[in-house]
């Protein structure tokens, strides 16, 4: 499940320039800004309007579609992969300070594990209609320089978009997601993996600390994704190097270090290899 998986990613942290801003009629053009994969600090509720597009979050994929709402709450690491057809969305987002002065987990209580299992649910209707004035409505106000929101409104606002979020999750019907063995055996072996890839690039390891042979371990993953643990490993450790390659202005010797490789030439060799070009190539390239 989702909410099993460690997050503890060294991911560049994104916050919000302000408060408060939402956006309307976003396209693929500003989506582009998240291809490397980012950790977020503030909260963030999202309406697709049109189109439909790829995304990671939380490290599961995910396709989005015309009447989804998407909650992103403070830890979720998140990337936007592609575009399937022409994609417009609406958002509003609360920086990590102001999302901070509201007790999340009292006020998501009921439904914090729902939002993050399932970050994505389908609105249709006069609820589809509100959601997307209401972000034209906040849209409209946080971009115009002329108005001075007091920060009480914002506290309030903030408040009341949570509680109907949480309203949203309470009155629809809720099914865990089924997980047979083999998809079990892959999201606690992720969960491994996000707490040890600085360190551990072993399948040996992960069988062990799984109970499991390496042959089973094996096959359990190639039949759950069809790759190998060690394709699973490099993913993880290839997006956070592209991550701090595009996102810091880390050395390529410095991510060498913090991804626990021991020297750069050896990472340099590794990224390459899936990859298909150096880390400093990669960091000059333009996406």
């Known amino acids: 499940m989702a909410s099993k998986i460690n997050l503890d990613f060294d991911f560049p942290q994104v916050d919000l320039p302000s408060n408060v801003l939402a956006w309307h009629n976003i396209t693929e053009d500003l989506l582009n800004l998240y291809k490397q994969a980012c950790k977020l600090k503030a909260g963030i509720f999202a309406l697709c309007l049109k189109g439909s597009m790829k995304v990671t979050i939380n490290l599961i994929d995910y396709t989005v579609k015309e009447g989804d709402f998407i909650t992103l709450l403070p830890g979720t690491i998140i990337q936007f992969k592609e575009a399937i057809s022409p994609v417009k969305m609406s958002f509003i987002g609360f920086s990590a300070n102001t999302i901070s002065q509201v007790n999340l987990m009292e006020i998501a209580a009921t439904s914090y594990h ?5 970050p994505i649910i389908h609105v249709e209707g006069h609820l589809l209609k509100h959601l997307e004035d209401f972000l034209t409505l906040w849209s409209n106000v946080s971009n115009d320089e002329k108005m001075q929101i007091h920060p009480s409104i914002i506290h309030h606002s ?3 978009i949570l509680i109907g979020v949480v309203n949203m ?3 629809r019907p809720y099914e865990p997601i089924a ?4 998809e079990e055996i892959y999201r606690d072996l992720l969960h491994l993996i996000t707490q040890n890839y600085t360190k551990q690039r072993t399948a040996q390891f992960y069988a062990k600390k799984l109970d499991l042979t390496p042959q089973h371990l094996s096959t359990t993953v190639r039949q759950v994704t069809g790759g190998t643990v060690l394709d699973l490993i490099a993913s993880v ?8 390659l595009k996102s810091t202005n880390m050395s390529v010797q410095e991510i060498a270090y913090a991804l626990n490789f021991p020297t750069a030439s050896f990472f ?14 990669y960091k000059q390239k333009n996406d």
Do not use: W
């Open 114 to 118: 729902k939002m993050v299992e399932k």
């Open 158 to 160: 903030m408040c009341a």
């Open 169 to 171: 999750y309470d009155t």
């Open 179 to 182: 997980r047979n063995r083999q």
């Open 237 to 244: 450790v290839i997006m956070d190097a592209k991550a701090k």
């Open 268 to 281: 340099g060799k590794y990224f390459k290899r899936h990859v298909g070009m150096s880390p400093l190539t």
